[in-house]
Every structure is written in C-alpha cells, then in structure tokens.
T-cell receptor
Framework: GQQLNQSPQSMFIQEGEDVSMNCTSSSIFNTWLWYKQDPGEGPVLLIALYKAGELTSNGRLTAQFGTTRKDSFLNISASIPSDVGIYFCAGHLVYGGSQGNLIFGKGTKLSVKP | NAGVTQTPKFQVLKTGQSMTLQCAQDMNHEYMSWYRQDPGMGLRLIHYSVGAGITDQGEVPNGYNVSRSTTEDFPLRLLSAAPSQTSVYFC?????????FGPGTRLTVT
C-alpha cells in the first residue's frame, strides 16, 4: 500500500525547546492532516492543510504543506509537558486510494527528557 | 454533540468467540471507517463506508465484517476472534477531508 514516512520515530523534549517533525512520500497528496494522540485516547485533529505551500498555525503549533505536495512539516514552539504524546501525519492521495481514505504515518512519539 | 462514540472500552475474548464493536456518530457524517492500531504500525484501515448501505474493504479487512444500515451507526464484527486481532480499534467519521476519531476499543484475544 501507499507509504508515508514519518520522522523522527521518537524524540525527547525539554520544556521550552522547539520541536520539528515531518512526513514524506513518493506520492502526491491533496490534503495533509496532523493529529495528536494521548495515551488511551483516540487521535485528535490539530491542523488541516489544503494546498501546496500553505502554512497554518494552531497556537504553538505550525504546519506546512510542502510545495512538492509530497511532504508536510509540523513544528511545536516552546514545548510544554502536555505536548507529550504521539503525533501522526495523514494525507489524502491525489491519485489512487479511495474517496475519503486517509493514509497515516506511523507516528512520532514525544517524551520528556529524563 | 457527543461526536464519535465507541463501546465497549475494553474487551477480552477467547479464540473463536465472536463479538461486535459498536460505533456511532451524531454529526450526520456520510463517511465512516474502522482502523486498528498496533505498536509500530500506526493506524491501518480495516473497512470504510461512504454512506448508508455502502461499505468497502480497506488495507486489512480479513477476519472483519461491517454493515451500515443507518448514517449514525457502523458496527465492526469479528466472527471468529484470533490472537492476531488483539489490538486497539478506532472508529472515525468525516465530512470532507477532516476525520474525527472515537476513543477506541482495546481488544485482547487469548
């Protein structure tokens, strides 16, 4: 099936640090979504992106739809302890896939530095 | 609005048993889907529905059945549970590109 490569797989944050993660694919997407999942909960939508080059913020979170339409980036500024969790990227393919079906990355796990 | 609700929250089955995972949404969304989440595998699509009476297979449909008799409900059936179906199951609904998830059902098959 289609693949989204999400990196890094995991990272440790110290309060106040900025965090960056990204998703890449060999396929073209017409929508990119970023979700956060807390332990024992379902993923919650953070940001949705609809066109190439789009830059959208949600509080301390900023996401960008890559100009090639094959990638997307999420940045978290001045991280706080409640940012800990798993972040997923997801996208709708331009070609292939079925209407409404999202392709998900495998997630980036944010943990607090010991 | 309650959004997307799922029951039960937790379930333990023995191999060969059957059960139905319930999912309901009150947002009048046409599109609903079921995913399973396993460690290191992310979310994988099991089945989906683009409207009442219409269902289709996703990436990992084997061992699961679905039906969509109403817009609101989209149950997932395991006819003969296997240990490989131990996972966390999420139901989602969407209108347009934004998909909203339920809280999940944690299933263990022994």
């Amino acid at each position: 099936g289609q693949q989204l490569n999400q990196s890094p797989q995991s990272m440790f944050i110290q309060e106040g640090e900025d965090v960056s993660m990204n998703c890449t694919s060999s396929s073209i997407f017409n929508t990119w979504l970023w979700y956060k999942q807390d332990p024992g909960e379902g993923p919650v939508l953070l940001i949705a992106l609809y066109k190439a080059g789009e830059l959208t913020s949600n509080g301390r979170l900023t996401a960008q739809f890559g100009t090639t339409r094959k990638d997307s980036f999420l940045n978290i500024s001045a991280s706080i302890p409640s940012d800990v969790g798993i972040y997923f990227c997801a996208g709708h393919l331009v070609y292939g896939g079925s209407q409404g079906n999202l392709i998900f990355g495998k997630g980036t796990k944010l943990s607090v530095k010991p | 609005n309650a959004g997307v609700t799922q029951t039960p929250k937790f379930q333990v089955l023995k191999t060969g048993q059957s059960m139905t995972l319930q999912c309901a949404q009150d947002m009048n969304h046409e599109y609903m889907s079921w995913y399973r989440q396993d460690p290191g595998m992310g979310l994988r699509l099991i089945h989906y529905s683009v409207g009442a009476g219409i269902t289709d297979q996703g990436e990992v449909p084997n061992g699961y059945n679905v039906s969509r008799s109403t817009t609101e409900d989209f149950p997932l059936r395991l006819l003969s549970a296997a240990p490989s179906q131990t996972s966390v199951y999420f139901c989602a609904s969407s209108q347009g590109s934004r998909q909203y998830f339920g809280p999940g059902t944690r299933l263990t098959v022994t």
